[in-house]
């Protein structure tokens, strides 16, 4: 596997590829940096881009640094905001950071990781030094990016402190004398400021790599969990089996290109085949990333269960105390529904089964017999028992 032709093939800019070669072959041991958002520490395939990226310079010998911005997340990046975010506590930052550090290890090697969190140095900052870093860059280049351009030509509320989140972040570079920072492309605008900062500190420039958004399961926006249209690293196999067979069989090959490190070849022969077995090689090689191939076939087997309509085996069992049950109070006891009213509109839905029959009446008892199943939509299966 050529680490590097894998990194190039899938970056959309590289500010600059003879700066990149010339950093690689140099033979020193590379500082590669990565910012994270501790404000979303639920890590889905679309994150997984990135943090693939990191873990073939890892494997190359270099020396990744994962920077937490817990400083700077209570400000709250505006990147492609029309308005300004709610800051985040500081016991808030740390919080998110430890699930997200503890989820990044399904692909990163811990052992080769340096965490950073950039509170060590910013919030140790004067404010003699804070207008050092302000008298680096002017108010006209910070307004060429699109979304501080957009809110102040709308006249949209565009803080102050704002305006500080691209100098902060490309202070981390500074302070970490970083050789290559990555990131998405809606970053592309704080990575290079980051670049220009080092520079202007006496620094070499550190190499800008951008890689793509990966687009979430409804095939438009990107991949999200607030839009629920992502594949978390932590589902189960069968959801990630299941969510697989989702994918808008258009943007297939991307997840393809951009999830895995399958080469170009693999996937062109995939895609020249029957979609439908595409998406279930698609799944298997995930399983086979973040959980266990041999939780492969048991995915598949209750996945094709489950389309053909019948009760997968081996599901959940639980045992409540009641014998007759309003199907409401049921859905909520399970945790098919967070509440009564919830409960109410699965079933005005036709998203309930209760041993594979339609419920569509809200007030309807349900006797526990010594096996009922409850069922919503194709995926979700429990035994209940008295």
């Known amino acids: 596997m050529n680490h590097l032709e ?28 990565l910012g994270a958002d501790p404000s979303r520490p639920n890590l889905h395939i679309g994150h997984s881009v990135v943090l693939r990226v990191l873990k073939h310079f890892q494997d190359m010998g270099h020396e990744v640094v994962f920077v937490v911005g817990d400083f700077t997340g209570m400000i709250g990046d505006p990147s492609g905001k029309n308005k300004t975010r709610p800051a985040l506590t500081f016991e808030e930052t740390r919080k998110s950071a430890k699930t997200y550090l503890e989820q990044a290890s399904k692909i990163l090697d811990k052992n080769k990781t340096r965490i950073a969190f950039n509170s060590e140095w910013l919030s140790k900052m004067s404010f003699k030094d804070v207008i050092n870093l302000t008298s680096k860059y002017t108010v006209a280049r910070l307004m060429e990016r699109d979304d501080f351009k957009h809110r102040f030509e709308n006249n949209l509320p565009l803080s102050m402190h704002e305006l500080l989140y691209p100098l902060m972040q490309g202070y981390d570079s500074v302070e970490l004398k970083a050789d290559i ?31 793509p958004l990966l687009v979430g399961l409804d095939g438009k926006e990107k991949m999200s969990k607030s839009l629920d249209n992502y594949i978390g690293l932590t589902d189960t196999p069968f959801e990630k089996f299941e969510k697989s067979m989702k994918i808008p069989d258009h943007v297939l090959r991307q997840y393809f290109e951009l999830a895995t490190d399958l080469p170009i070849e693999e996937i062109d022969h995939i895609m020249d085949g029957d979609i439908r077995q595409a998406h279930i090689l698609f799944a298997k090689e995930l399983i086979k990333m973040y959980d266990d191939e041999k939780d492969f076939e048991f995915a598949k087997i209750k996945y094709e269960h489950i389309a053909k309509g019948l009760i997968p085996e081996n599901i959940d069992t639980m045992k409540i105390s009641e014998s007759m049950i309003n199907i409401c109070d049921l859905l909520v006891k399970v945790n098919f529904a967070t509440s009564k009213s919830d409960a109410k509109r699965m079933i005005m839905g036709n998203g309930v089964k209760i041993n594979g029959i339609l419920i569509n009446d809200i007030n309807k008892t349900i006797t526990i017999e010594s096996e009922t199943v409850v069922q919503f939509g194709k995926s979700k299966f429990i035994k209940v028992i008295s």
């Open 6 to 33: 894998i990194i190039k093939r899938k970056a959309v800019q590289i500010f600059s590829e003879e700066d990149l070669n010339k950093k690689i072959n140099s033979g020193k041991k590379l500082t590669i940096k």
């Open 181 to 211: 920072e990555i990131g998405g492309t809606d970053q592309t605008f704080n990575l290079l400021v980051g670049r220009e900062l080092q520079k202007d500190y006496g620094q070499e420039s550190q190499v800008v790599m951008t890689f």
